[in-house]
């Protein structure tokens, strides 16, 4: 028996290093995935060559994946891979029938030839369209003179198709966080604005008061030092004094109870840690850091708040919760609609769920349809994209609600007749 072997030829069987990027590309080669890296070294044999001849290369090397069949000019005809092979020349009579004949019989004549600069989609692509019993047979690599330069085996593309998967999810995951935060900063930075509007008019009034009884005190010592001063000039005087005192008292109070709700509404968004509180007076402080918002808009916002609901959970993510869903409705519930919309939210025990409490957030506006009433909480999902929507507020909402306060959210909603938002949460956070 005679057999001819192209062993190893050059070209056919090349080193590991020789088809990756050396270390100084490497990471370019991480950046530009190619399918020169699932490269393994295999043997070209000639077609004449026999089946007992391949079936020994098979036997003396047990990790060889496959051997290459190459026509008379060298190009790969064929590919003989192990378990195709050995199944049907092992099995009985198998070695009678083939040991003699050219190891064509046993060999994939129409083998998957794929380039070396092919990507990992690409590559999963002609495997899915072209070749999908290549996942178990292998293919063949080639390189732009269309020789074979080694075998890729289906495993390694799953594995690194996995991989590439497992990094993409947790590049969009972080990018989702960074969106999330990108959203929580940018609802915090109108709170900023509506707070810095709202608190300028009180201080300006108080300025205004000051500085006009600053002037009353002026002419009221010039005159107790003339010695003009009379009687009446010191009636107006006292009567100034207090109607001063009254406008920058009555102002500077106003200003320091926004001053205070919004500063513990803005630490505990950008803190999130967990402390007892009450959960109606909190909501209140987290309502009125909302009212300069509201004034620039017809719209109304109520609030029935059961007193007494104490709770051990995170506040920012609750002040968060509120926020979105009230924002939401400012912004999706009455476009387009010719009158004044209210907006209420409300708080009380769970019904029929022991130690937990319950917050609605329901508005009478122009409601969502029932098409898109099951998208509502999907990531990037908005009907305001023109307006500058990210679709991340509701997103963002279902998360804390479920994962930062263990709780649920459900919407009921039907067109022209409004949308309510029911968000319940046990009263002491696991979290």
């Not at 198709?161 to 900063?185: N, V």
């Amino acid at each position: 028996m005679t057999t001819e072997f192209v062993s190893r030829r050059k070209g056919a069987a090349l080193d590991r290093h020789t088809v990756e990027a050396p270390a100084s590309d490497q990471a370019a080669a991480d950046a530009v995935w190619t399918a020169a890296r699932l490269c393994r070294p295999a043997p070209s044999v000639v077609e004449r060559t026999s089946c007992g001849a391949v079936a020994e290369l098979f036997q003396a090397d047990p990790d060889l994946p496959g051997v290459i069949v190459l026509d008379s000019t060298e190009r790969p005809l064929a590919l003989a891979d192990r378990a195709t092979f050995l199944l049907h020349f092992s099995q009985r009579y198998g070695r009678d029938l083939y040991a003699r004949r050219p190891v064509i019989h046993l060999a994939d004549r129409h083998p998957l030839l794929v380039a070396l600069h092919t990507g990992l989609s690409d590559l999963n692509i002609l495997i899915a369209e072209r070749k999908p019993d290549a996942l178990h047979r292998g293919f063949v690599l080639v390189d732009p003179d269309g020789r074979a330069v080694g075998l890729g085996q289906g495993i390694d593309v799953m594995r690194l198709t996995a991989e590439e998967m497992a990094r993409t999810l947790e590049r969009l995951r972080a990018t989702q966080r960074d969106l999330i935060q990108s959203e929580k900063m940018a609802a915090l930075g109108g709170l900023v604005a509506g707070v810095a509007h709202e608190i300028n008019t009180p201080l300006g009034v108080a300025v205004t008061a000051a500085t006009a009884f600053a002037q009353d005190t002026e002419r009221f010592s010039k005159a107790y030092r003339d010695g003009t001063l009379r009687r009446s000039d010191l009636q107006d005087y006292v009567a100034s004094a207090g109607e001063a005192m009254g406008f920058v008292l009555g102002n500077i109070t106003r200003a320091a109870d926004l001053v205070h709700s919004f500063k513990q509404v803005a630490v505990d968004q950008t803190t999130d840690q967990r402390r007892r509180f009450d959960l109606g007076d909190y909501l209140g402080e987290v309502l009125r850091s909302l009212q300069p918002q509201l004034r620039r808009l017809p719209h109304r916002l109520d609030a029935d708040l059961v007193e007494g609901q104490v709770v051990e959970s995170a506040p920012g993510a609750i002040a968060q919760i509120v926020t979105n869903l009230v924002m939401n409705a400012l912004t999706h519930a009455f476009t387009g609609q010719g009158r004044a919309g209210t907006i209420c939210v409300s708080l009380c025990p769970a019904p029929g769920t022991p130690g937990w409490v319950q917050l609605s957030v329901t508005d009478d506006g122009q409601g969502i349809e029932a098409a898109i009433l099951p998208r509502i909480f999907d990531p990037f999902f908005t009907t305001r994209r023109e307006a500058g929507g990210t679709g991340l507020g509701l997103h963002l909402v279902y998360n804390l609600v479920t994962q930062r306060l263990g709780g649920r959210i459900d919407v009921e909603s039907r067109v022209g007749q409004g949308t309510r938002f029911t968000v319940a949460f046990p009263r002491r956070s696991a979290v």
